[in-house]
């Protein structure tokens, strides 16, 4: 079975400071697809970032990068310069084959001014 | 093009009544997927629908039920609600391409039905 880890209920960073967050997943199947949304508190979820496992390059999208080391089996996301507005839940989910979308538990950001 | 809507977004209702709640995919997405919040689950998977076929189907009694039409939109219904039923009900939108393998498809989600049951 599929399983997506994030250890971190909850962090703080300074406004146009860098932040990780942390993912860890665990799956036996080679091919899987890995993504991270945010969660603002009107609750939809914004898609951020998606990473494939047999892609070689790590994902890029403006501010959002996702840092993939296959071997450990993570898919931290990272923010850079982070805005007020970028305090959110956020979720990484992992999906392989035609299997559900798995979520783990998320972790809640704060960005202070 | 316009994302994915739901409605409605807000509803209350008290136990033992049912509810039914629509979700319009994006244009072309074919694949929809239904998901529940909670404080105490997080995000757990109801069922997702691609074609008017259901494709996968979460662990939730038999009281949650949904179908989807054969112009994509979906609909999830709840009999005999329950206090545990009160949820934020998440639904999301693919486009599966050939449909061979769907690991790599993005699902967007529209913003939710907030259901409290009193």
């Known amino acids: 079975a599929q399983k997506i880890t994030q250890t971190q209920p909850g962090m703080f960073v300074q406004e146009k400071e860098a932040v990780t967050l942390d993912c860890t997943y665990d799956?036996?199947?080679?091919?899987?697809?890995l993504f991270w949304y945010k969660q603002p508190s009107s609750g939809e979820m914004i898609f951020l970032i998606y990473?494939?496992?047999?892609?070689?390059q790590n994902a890029t999208e403006g501010r959002y990068s996702l840092n993939f080391q296959k071997a450990r089996k993570s898919a931290n996301l990272v923010i850079s310069a982070s805005q007020l507005g970028d305090s959110a839940m956020y979720f990484c989910?992992?999906?392989?084959?035609?299997?559900?979308?798995?979520f783990g538990k998320g972790t809640r950001l704060s960005v202070i001014a | 093009k316009a994302g994915v809507t739901q409605t409605p977004r807000y509803l209350i209702k008290t136990r033992g009544q049912q509810v039914t709640l629509s979700c319009s995919p994006i244009?072309?997405?074919?694949?929809v997927s239904w998901y529940q919040q909670t404080p105490g689950q997080g995000l757990q998977f109801l069922f997702e629908?691609?074609?008017?076929?259901?494709?996968n189907k979460g662990n939730f009694p038999g009281r949650f039920s949904g179908r989807q039409f054969s112009n994509s939109r979906s609909e999830m219904n709840v009999s005999t609600l329950e206090l545990g039923d009160s949820a934020l009900y998440l639904c999301?939108?693919?486009?599966?391409?050939?449909?061979?393998?769907?690991?790599?498809?993005?699902?967007?989600f529209g913003p939710g039905t907030r259901l409290t049951v009193l």
């Open positions: 999301a939108s693919t486009d599966p391409g050939t449909g061979a393998t769907i690991s790599t498809d993005t699902q967007y």
């Open positions: 799956t036996s199947d080679p091919s899987y697809g």
């Open positions: 990473q494939g496992s047999y892609d070689q």
């Open positions: 989910a992992m999906r392989v084959g035609n299997t559900p979308l798995v």
């Open positions: 244009s072309g997405h074919r694949s």
């Open positions: 629908y691609f074609s008017e076929t259901q494709r």
